[in-house]
T-cell receptor, first 112, second 110 residues
Framework: EAQVTQNPRYLITVTGKKLTVTCSQN?????MSWYRQDPGLGLRQIYY?????VTDKGDVPEGYKVSRKEKRNFPLILESPSPNQTSLYFC?????WGSGQYFGAGTRLSVL | GQQVMQIPQYQHVQEGEDFTTYCNSS?????IQWYKQRPGGHPVFLIQ?????EVKKQKRLTFQFGEAKKNSSLHITATQTTDVGTYFC??????????FGGGTRLMVKP
């Protein structure tokens, strides 16, 4: 079954404790992306990747890192989480830039 | 940077009534996509429009892309309770970023 898998689905952490949210897709998609969704602000792009070893900043990259060492995986790293990073995060992938994206189920993060 | 505005923010309709959401971009788009997100769920891709003036239909849903490729609309005919959710437009410009509108939350009274 074609899918985008995010882990964990829920995470509560404390300020400053490094964390990684994993994202994996099984569709051999080139384009992958991370979004955060906040009430009243819609979906905002954090980082995206056009292909392996190619990543670029989206609208709100501050405080986040990503890597794309393999085509299927695109982890999101928060080196030193802060409370303003409490949000619902979605990973997405698409065959190429510009085509419709498949979203993961989401990761709800709370930073205390 | 590119901005994509969507109106209305919320819409309550009686089941059977029609519904329309509008999307406006500050810049010319190369294409526009529409997504639906059910309460508690994740966005699901509905359709992509590429050509100026393009109109596409999916059963009761009609999607339009403006002649100037800066605006789009989604119209649902005779809403059903299964249409409940938030509808997002998302625009691709000449760069590689996808910018989402704020979404329109549709509520349908049975």
């Amino acid at each position: 079954e074609a899918q985008v898998t995010q882990n964990p689905r829920y995470l509560i952490t404390v300020t400053g404790k490094k964390l990684t949210v994993t994202c994996s897709q099984n569709m051999n998609h080139e384009y992958m992306s991370w979004y955060r969704q906040d009430p009243g602000l819609g979906l905002r792009q954090i980082y995206y990747s056009m292909n392996v070893e190619v990543t670029d900043k989206g609208d709100v990259p501050e405080g986040y890192k990503v890597s794309r060492k393999e085509k299927r995986n695109f982890p999101l790293i928060l080196e030193s989480p802060s409370p303003n990073q409490t949000s619902l995060y979605f990973c997405a992938s698409s065959l190429s830039w510009g085509s419709g994206q498949y979203f993961g189920a989401g990761t709800r993060l709370s930073v205390l | 940077g590119q901005q994509v505005m969507q109106i209305p923010q919320y819409q309550h309709v009686q089941e059977g009534e029609d519904f329309t959401t509008y999307c406006n971009s500050s810049t010319t788009l190369s294409n526009i996509q529409w997504y639906k997100q059910r309460p508690g769920g994740h966005p699901v891709f509905l359709i992509q429009l590429v050509k100026s003036g393009e109109v596409k239909k999916q059963k009761r849903l009609t999607f339009q892309f403006g002649e100037a490729k800066k605006n789009s609309s989604l119209h649902i005919t005779a809403t059903q309770t299964t249409d409940v959710g938030t509808y997002f437009c998302a625009g691709n410009n000449a760069g590689n970023m996808l910018t989402f509108g704020g979404g329109t939350r549709l509520m349908v009274k049975p």
